[in-house]
């Protein structure tokens, strides 16, 4: 489904390598379904510059988070290279890890990442086609963040009806990814002891009461964190260009 500036991806796309979770329907997913048109519609008229991509249940390393908005430049298809949907999650990977330390030599990447050297080396050679990364002087370097990466905010979003403390655990694994990492809820008025654990984990927290309020603002994390939130820049990406 695709509105202006607005993508919800809900469905399997194979052609970018994006995979989601089969829907069941419920109590649980018709929350989902509310907050992301509450979220949609706040988006829209509170936001001019940047674009949004709503995935639902995306398969992620970790399982399936049940919300992943990510917020982007639009000028992310601007200088976007045909090679980047060959890319694996190997190959980026090495273009974290590269992002991370600004650049290091073959040895030191294939010792660090212990990924077998011709399967580094291949990537390497993909990244480069993609024109994602350099190599001078012996040293393998990413490109400028803003010419890679285009995601301003990523936001992982877990639902629960009711028992909102069994969300706490995957709504702090998804730190791995997200900038942001909330959990969302029907229960109106949670208790004190349940807001200090969701404070204390950094986790946010959005509560449907009447509307949908936030109660606790999540802990902002450093984009990329990981070569996961870089699959889903690439996602966006490619999706765009198809």
Not at 74 to 88: F, H, Q, Y
Request: aromatic share 10%; with cysteine.
């Amino acid at each position: 489904m695709q509105l202006e500036r607005i993508t919800v991806l809900e469905n399997d796309m194979p052609q970018i390598g994006l995979f989601t979770r089969t829907i069941t329907q419920g109590d649980e997913y018709e929350l989902v379904k509310q907050f992301v048109e509450y979220y949609c519609h706040q988006f829209q008229r509170n936001n001019k510059k940047l674009n949004l991509a709503v995935f639902i249940e995306p398969r992620v390393s970790s399982g399936f988070p049940d919300i992943v908005l990510a917020s982007y430049l639009p000028s992310i298809v601007n200088n976007w290279s045909d090679e980047r949907k060959n890319l694996t999650v190997n190959d980026l990977k090495i273009l974290s890890h590269l992002l991370l330390t600004r650049g290091v030599n073959g040895s030191h990447l294939i010792s660090s990442l212990k990924l077998p050297e011709k399967q580094t080396l291949t990537s390497l050679e993909k990244l480069l086609d993609a024109k994602l990364i350099s190599y001078r002087n012996k040293c393998w370097r990413p490109r400028e963040l803003r010419d890679v990466f285009s995601i301003i905010k990523l936001i992982s979003v877990e639902a629960k009806i009711n028992n909102i403390n069994r969300v706490v655990e995957q709504s702090l694994i998804n730190t791995w990814f997200a900038s942001h990492s909330y959990a969302l809820t029907n229960v109106s008025k949670p208790q004190n002891e349940t807001l200090k654990a969701f404070s204390q984990h950094g986790i946010g927290l959005y509560c449907k009461k009447k509307s949908f309020q936030k109660i606790l603002e999540a802990k902002q994390i450093t984009l990329p964190s990981s070569y996961q939130s870089l699959q889903f820049n690439e996602w966006i990406g490619n999706n765009l260009a198809v």
